[in-house]
């Protein structure tokens, strides 16, 4: 949403990381996760060029190119499966089994937690929208919902790292 500010006291939007004046809310990067299940019923993916035979669960959200990118791959954006335009029904759709997801570890978390998504790689990119927040009070209501907003993603993208973390 690149629209003019509107008259609410906090605005939190979701768009690309050059989006003038705003805070970045979550510093984090995305990778691909994928169901045990579905690693069992896949060939071995061991480097990020085996993707190209899994079936890729795909979001104008998250898009897989700037991830091929990191990974040294020169793969266009793919064109063919899954498409969801949900965060969270991406998550769902990988956690069934039926696709790799590009994914943000502190939306997957509890997933990851419990074992139902595993990361694949090792290798993350720079997501290629943000979450941020726009310029508001710096005292009263706003400010400290702010405030409090900031601790929260500042938590979950700490839990999510610890997660990936080699000692997790």
């Known amino acids: 949403l690149d629209a003019a500010a509107t008259e609410a006291d906090v605005e939190i939007r979701h768009g690309h990381p050059a989006a003038h004046g705003c805070e970045p809310l979550l ?7 994928a169901a045990p299940a579905l690693l069992q ?9 085996d993707l190209r035979h ?3 669960l795909r979001t104008p959200l998250e898009p ?5 990118a990191s990974a040294g791959l020169d793969w266009p954006e793919p064109s063919q499966g899954t498409k969801l335009v949900d965060l969270g029904l991406t998550l769902e759709a990988a956690v069934s089994g039926q696709g790799v997801a590009l994914a943000r570890p502190s939306l ?3 997933w990851l937690a419990s074992g ?10 720079p997501p290629a929208y943000r979450y941020y927040l ?33 000692a997790a």
């Open 108 to 110: 997957a978390r509890h």
């Open 64 to 68: 897989w190119a700037p991830w091929f």
């Open 41 to 49: 019923r896949l060939p071995p993916l061991r480097t990020p060029a």
């Open 27 to 33: 510093d984090e990067l995305v990778l691909p996760m």
């Open 134 to 166: 726009l310029p508001h009070a710096a005292q009263g209501p706003a400010a400290a919902f702010a405030a409090w907003l900031r601790a929260e993603c500042d938590e979950a993208t700490q839990a999510a790292a610890a997660l990936l973390s080699p």
């Open 116 to 125: 139902a998504l595993r990361p694949l790689f090792g290798i993350g990119a």
């Open 54 to 56: 899994a079936p890729l």
